[in-house]
């Protein structure tokens, strides 16, 4: 694909819920929006992962891209944000997340830690 360990985009974390002040995230699938190409994925590309509340930073590992023409491809990749930004609110109840913003940087990784 051409994306090498470290590229990273910008992407809207819950398709659902695009542009929330604050982003409530459940345990289990997620479907997030690329903001920009990535590669040769397209602006609006979808990227599907697997959502983990559990601790006190929620944890995103993205399994697949799809482009906008519908082609999808494996990849391994996770949501990062520095400043704590992944940090669950106190608010938060069991198996679920609740976020301060609603974007983040999908990074590629070589394997999940």
Same mark, same amino acid.
């Given at each position: 694909?051409?994306?090498?360990?470290?590229?990273?985009?910008?992407?809207d974390?819950?398709?659902?819920?695009?542009?929330?002040?604050?982003?409530?995230?459940?345990?289990?699938?997620?479907?997030?929006?690329?903001?920009? =190409?990535?590669? &040769?994925?397209? !602006?609006?590309? *979808? #990227?599907?992962?697997?959502?983990?509340?559990?601790? +006190?930073?929620?944890?995103?590992?993205?399994?697949?891209?799809?482009s906008?023409?519908? =082609?999808?491809? &494996?990849?391994? !990749?996770?949501? *990062? #944000?520095?400043?704590?930004?992944?940090?669950?609110? +106190?608010?938060?109840?069991?198996?679920?997340?609740?976020?301060?913003?609603?974007?983040?940087?999908?990074?590629?990784?070589? !394997?999940?830690?």
């Amino acid at each position: 694909m051409g994306l090498r360990v470290g590229d990273s985009v910008l992407v809207d974390l819950d398709a659902n819920q695009t542009e929330s002040r604050r982003l409530t995230l459940y345990d289990g699938p997620i479907e997030s929006v690329t903001r920009e =190409e990535f590669g &040769p994925l397209g !602006a609006t590309s *979808r #990227l599907y992962g697997q959502v983990w509340t559990s601790g +006190p930073q929620v944890v995103i590992r993205y399994f697949e891209a799809q482009s906008p023409n519908g =082609e999808k491809v &494996p990849i391994c !990749a996770v949501a *990062r #944000l520095g400043y704590d930004q992944m940090r669950k609110l +106190p608010e938060s109840r069991p198996g679920t997340a609740i976020l301060a913003g609603s974007v983040a940087a999908a990074f590629i990784v070589d !394997a999940y830690r």
